[in-house]
């Protein structure tokens, strides 16, 4: 709770300096089992999700509106379930307009087992699912504006035999799916030039990987994994010590 609190106060703030520059209003609201921040500018309305309103247990869909439909719900915030360790299931609705999940907005969620995005979301923060221990299905192919993988997204992420990653990826950052054991191949988009430091690093059952685009293999990129045989791109130029 002191954790939403926290979440609440930073976001509000935030809001509130936008309304002072550009006339706009916010507002936290309760829609359980969730608090979300409403901003509204006299022409567009928009709801961004805070975070449970305190302990959480089970499934959730995050709807498409909140308040009578008039806030369209486009974004999770920064920490915004941080070591729920209730939440088993996380989903946005098929109609879901959410662009955004927040920096470490599931970090430390360790029962988190499924999640299901949508074509709507193009951001995904660093370290959004860090350390989410059961995660065993989740479906970032779907986030077809997706660009960037960012930093340690995935760090941690035990349990997770697939992903896919959306084609149009053209960066992933620095142990982006770090320790990621159960998985056992990964195919990086041909966008992508470059695999930083630890990007699979103790991948320990990665057998097969492709990454035919990439130019730039990073400091322990795949560290302790299962790989015996990898082809090496012919765009390759630089492979650190």
Known sequence: MKHLVRVVFACAGAALLLAAEARASALVYTNAPCVYLLVSNGTAQSAVLLGPTGSFAGALTVPVYVRSSLFNVTAVAPGAFRDCAGLGSFALDPASKVG????GAFWGCTNLASVTLQASVTQVGPSAFLGCSALTNVNLAAAT?????????FGGCSRLPALTMPGGVTNVGLGAFRGCSALTNIVVPSGVAALPEATFQECRRLASASFTGVAVLGVNAFAETGLTNVAIPAAMTDVAQ
Do not use: R, S, W
């Open 100 to 103: 955004a999940i927040g920096a």
């Open 145 to 153: 504006g997706l660009a960037d993988v960012a930093q340690q997204t």
